[in-house]
């Protein structure tokens, strides 16, 4: 899938060469002239780039970049500016700008800059899904030690009336059926402890049955 660009420039003989240079090299491309155009743009579209002229008819590139700042997914953006003055470059990024490029703009200048915008991008998502995915396991984890809390609580007891059964109970068949409670209930109760130790979850697939979580797997701290 192509990846979405957005060019703010207001030089007419500027915009048409950058936009067919960009789609030569196979973004899809959007276009504006004015910051009243850019914000529109980018309140219905979603570019992970944005090329952006600082000089524009109806004000700055600045205002689009604090614009850019109160999304929560904002693009990527290179500055370019016929202006080279340290105070504008600084000015620029301290807003946020990605890269800072003077006109004229040199083409292969322009495709790395665009290259590495666009890695930036991704990279950013990915950081964000991974802190997502963690984000639900911690849940998970804060759910599962508090159910197996609860669980033990019960099972603490089931354990204790049966041992206090055996003692006053004769018959070897019922002292029998409830040493098989006992164990059963100590089983539980471990995998209740093992559940709490988890550090990640592991689903492992089982024949004739749902899949089930692989403590195994989820206490093995080397797989971290």
Known sequence: MSE???LIEDDVVLQVALSAMLRREGYMLLSAHSVAEAVDLLQREHPIVVLLDLSLPDGSGFDVLQQLNTMFDSPIVIVTTASDTLPTAINAMRLGAFD???KPI????????IRRAAEHYHLRQSVREIDLLRAHEDAMRATARAAAH???QHL???MGETQLLQEELDDPEVRASLERILRATENA???LVDLRSARHFVIKEIETVEPILDLDAALDRSSL
Request: neutral net charge; glycine residues 0%.
């Open 4 to 6: 979405q660009l957005l």
């Open 100 to 102: 800072y490029l003077t």
């Open 106 to 113: 040199n083409n292969e200048l322009l495709r790395n800059s």
């Open 150 to 152: 609860h669980i033990s």
């Open 156 to 158: 603490t007891v089931i």
């Open 189 to 191: 109760a471990q995998t």
